[in-house]
C-alpha cells in the first residue's frame, strides 16, 4: 500500500463531499456539523473551495491508488494575520493505525507554512479525543488552552513555523 498526499483539486470535489459526510456520520461527537443539515447542501463550504480555490485555503487528501481515504484542510485565520487553522481531520477507519493521519497533518501543515504570511498552525480538538491528540503532538503540535463549550471541552493547540521541522 502506497499512500499519496497531495491538494485536492476540482476533480474530487465529489469524492471530497462524500467523505466529508461519511466523516460527520461515522463521528458525530467530533465535529461541530449535523450530517442531514450538511447533506442538503447543494455544497459543502469546503467543496466550494475546492472547485475555485480562494484566500489560500486548501483540503490535502491521502489516496490509496486512485481512491480518496482521508481530507485534512487549512484555512487562513480572519483574526489573526499571521496563522491558519487545521479542520475537518479524517482518516477512514479501515485505515486506522497506520499512521495515515500523521501523514495527512504533517503534509498540511508543510503546505500552510509554504504561505509566506503563516507562521502558526492552530487546531480545536476535543479535549477526550486521544487517539487525535496523540497524532496532532507526534506532528508538532503543542496544548495551548482548554475551552468549554457546549459539545465538552476543546483543546487548543498550535505549531509554529519555527518548531516546525
Known amino acids: 500500500m502506497s499512500i499519496i498526499y497531495q491538494k485536492l483539486t476540482a476533480v474530487y470535489a465529489q ?5 466529508r459526510l461519511e466523516s460527520i456520520k461515522a463521528h458525530p ?20 473551495a475546492i472547485e475555485n480555490p480562494v484566500n489560500s485555503r486548501f483540503m490535502m487528501g491521502a489516496f490509496d491508488g486512485d481512491v480518496l481515504i482521508g481530507i485534512c484542510g487549512f484555512v487562513p485565520l480572519a483574526q ?17 493505525g497506520r499512521k495515515i493521519g500523521l501523514g495527512l497533518v504533517k503534509t498540511a501543515v508543510s503546505e ?3 504561505i509566506p ?9 476535543k479535549r477526550g479525543n486521544l ?9 508538532g503540535f503543542e ?6 463549550t457546549l459539545v465538552g471541552e476543546h483543546l487548543c493547540m498550535s505549531i509554529s513555523r519555527d518548531t516546525h521541522a
Not at 15 to 19: E, F, I, M, S, T
Not at 34 to 42: D, I, N
Not at 143 to 148: A, G, Q
Open 15 to 19: 469524492a471530497y463531499r462524500n467523505l
Open 29 to 48: 461527537e467530533s465535529f461541530c456539523a449535523v450530517y442531514e443539515e450538511q447533506a442538503q447542501l447543494p455544497k459543502l463550504m469546503f467543496e466550494a
Open 80 to 96: 489573526a494575520d499571521d496563522a491558519g487553522e487545521l479542520i475537518q481531520v479524517y482518516v477512514r477507519a479501515a485505515y486506522g
Open 112 to 114: 500552510a507554512f509554504t
Open 117 to 125: 504570511y503563516i507562521h502558526r498552525v492552530l487546531l480545536d480538538v
Open 131 to 139: 487517539n487525535a491528540i496523540r497524532v496532532y503532538e507526534q506532528a
Open 143 to 148: 496544548p495551548n488552552t482548554v475551552t468549554p
